[in-house]
């Protein structure tokens, strides 16, 4: 499955943001979606993650409570929305499917958007 990731940009702390990752090749309800981020000199670190039918979410600890993932297989979209945002969400954020189902590890996720990068200013 091919992903393409959009709408970041630059926004001010306490502001929001909704990231969108449209996908296409193969039968997008097949897979778990995720979403990971990567700050400059920082690992790829997971962030949220959905299962195929949407009826499962998981999220890091430290975005729960502001971020929310959800899902549209009809529209073979997924969206990440972003609210009450930090300066240390600051990243350029991927969106990558799961054949297996839904997890953490990036080594569970075989393809990945090209990213999106998400700036959050004081």
């Known amino acids: 499955v091919q992903l393409q990731a959009s709408g970041g940009g630059l926004v001010q702390t306490g502001g929001s943001l909704r990231l969108s990752c449209a996908a296409s090749g193969r039968t997008f309800g097949d897979y778990g979606m995720g979403w990971f981020r990567q700050a400059p000199g920082k690992e790829r670190e997971f962030v949220a993650a959905i299962s195929w039918s949407g009826g499962s979410t998981y999220y890091a600890d430290s975005v729960k409570g502001r971020f929310t993932i959800s899902r549209d297989n009809a529209k073979n979209t997924v969206i990440l929305q972003m609210n009450s945002l930090k300066l240390e969400d600051t990243a350029v954020y991927y969106c990558?499917?799961?054949?297996?189902?839904?997890?953490?590890?990036?080594?569970?996720?075989?393809?990945w958007g090209q990213g999106t990068l998400v700036t959050v200013s004081s």
């Open positions: 990558a499917a799961n054949p297996t189902g839904w997890g953490t590890l990036t080594r569970s996720y075989d393809s």
